[in-house]
């Protein structure tokens, strides 16, 4: 989990900028094709959309040298990001509630395709792929989406460093599965040479796939510690590091409720860490709980290492009943950093 900063300038007699940190789960840039497929940019931020170009009339039209100026508040718009932000640091950052099930934090994963003009734009097509990051030795699932007669494709795996063609199938479905190798890089592009009965075109996709370095081997009974409700992680280590650990807890029902993070450094082996769930993060659900969307990140040691990731055998762990009563209901103490940077909003608020 990072805390962004976000800069917010008042425009008024005088320039003041406010600086916000919120809290975003990490996850890799969008990945754009030539086509432009893109993969979510983050299970927690808004699909990617490419900028808007201004047309050239716009940027050549006639501006008066003396335009008139027209007088707004700004204080709507800063009084709610103060409430907001009031409302999120009422959560520590290693409980954040889950609001919908819209949420990004529930995609962490996901791939996202745009359809793309084809056939001198008579028609759109997509390469569709299941996920965005693989993790050896699971097939790559891939399929075309086109309302177009579709005859046979020719599909290639390409290293994008080296733009190396790694292997090649000839199929003729629109529903694909390939088995990668064990030496395949991580960054790779799925090319596909489509023929249709009205000519031929190609897509592309790039994916990643990953050696995973560490697994997750169950999860302990559940305990209370003051506020919080703690989830025990078994893992089972490769490579030592510092890790990041994010799920989302649930409840019995499939209700999502909070995505909960940890980060701590862990050596090679059989290791344990804690998830914590915030009580109030948890107000207002059931007693029975459940943990799933378990993201194990092995984070960059230096500038250029990438950062590695592991994986879950199970796609849910079920935690039993816990009954948040027994929990003690102190709040959230906000640090000496939040708690200035909330008066600050609140007083720019007050003078706009």
């Known amino acids: 989990m990072t805390r962004l900063l976000l800069a917010v300038t008042l425009v008024v007699s005088i320039g003041v900028t406010a600086y916000l940190w919120l809290d975003v789960p990490d996850a890799p840039p969008a990945t754009l094709t030539a086509e432009q497929n893109h993969q979510l940019p983050s299970p927690d931020t808004a699909e990617y959309v490419p900028p808007t170009q201004a047309s050239t009339a716009i940027n050549t039209q006639y501006r008066p040298e003396e335009p008139d100026i027209v007088q707004t508040s700004m204080t709507p718009t800063l009084s709610y990001i103060a409430a907001d932000y009031a409302e999120q640091i009422q959560h520590p950052s290693y409980s954040i509630p889950i609001p919908s099930k819209q949420s990004p934090y529930l995609h962490w994963n996901r791939y996202v395709s745009t359809p793309m003009p084809i056939l001198d734009g008579s028609v759109k ?133 909070a995505v909960l993070t940890t980060k701590t450094r862990l050596s090679e082996g059989e290791q344990s860490l804690e998830l914590r769930a915030f009580r109030a993060s948890m107000s207002g659900y059931g007693d029975e709980w459940q943990l799933k969307d378990v993201v194990i990140e092995r984070m960059s040691g230096y500038p250029g290492e990438r950062a590695q990731f592991g994986i879950s055998p199970q796609d849910h762990y079920f935690l039993g009943i816990f009954d948040t009563g027994q929990l003690s209901d102190e709040p959230y103490q906000m640090t000496e950093q939040e708690r200035m940077q909330l008066e600050f909003l609140q007083h720019a608020a007050q003078r706009s």
């Open 125 to 257: 097509a997509a390469l569709k792929l299941n996920q965005y990051r693989y993790f050896y030795p699971e097939n790559i699932q891939a399929s075309l989406v086109t309302p177009a007669s579709f005859n046979h494709a020719t599909l290639s795996v390409i290293d994008v460093e080296s733009n190396q063609e790694l292997t090649r199938l000839d199929v003729t479905d629109t529903q694909w599965s390939i088995e990668p190798e064990a030496d395949w890089p991580i960054e790779l592009r799925l090319k596909a040479a489509l023929s249709f009965d009205g000519g031929d075109d190609v897509l592309t996709a790039d994916f990643r796939l990953y050696q995973p370095i560490a697994e997750v081997k169950g999860v302990k009974p559940v305990f209370g510690r003051g506020p919080d409700m703690v989830i025990p992680l078994v893992l089972d280590i490769d490579k030592g590091g510092i890790y990041r650990v994010r799920a989302n807890l649930f409840t019995a029902d499939d209700q999502p409720v």
